[in-house]
């Protein structure tokens, strides 16, 4: 697999609830493209390693190496947009 998308989150935190269920539709939607979902209380060495800002994150890895990083999740098709993009 080319892309890799990991979403960080933290269970508590109102806004990464909604990106995870735009992350549920982004998965459907881009089959071709693997995801993982990371609770960032139990990685903090990756937050750290990564310079993870904020939650929720969404972290996208071209052949193994991290090449954005998104924390405003506009909308769907926004974020569809620049997955697919990266994934040509």
């Known amino acids: 697999m ?4 990991v979403y960080m989150y933290t269970p508590l935190c109102g806004t990464c609830q909604v990106a995870s269920r735009m992350v549920d539709v982004l998965e459907q939607l881009l ?33 193994g190496e991290l090449v954005k990083k998104i924390y405003a999740f506009h909308s769907v098709p926004h ?7 990266l994934a040509e």
């Open 2 to 5: 080319v892309v890799k998308v």
């Open 31 to 63: 089959p071709n493209i693997t995801f993982e979902r990371q609770d960032l209380n139990y990685v903090p060495d990756k937050a750290i390693e990564w310079h993870i800002e904020s939650v929720p994150c969404l972290l996208i890895f071209k052949r």
């Open 79 to 85: 974020v569809y947009e620049t997955l697919r993009k």
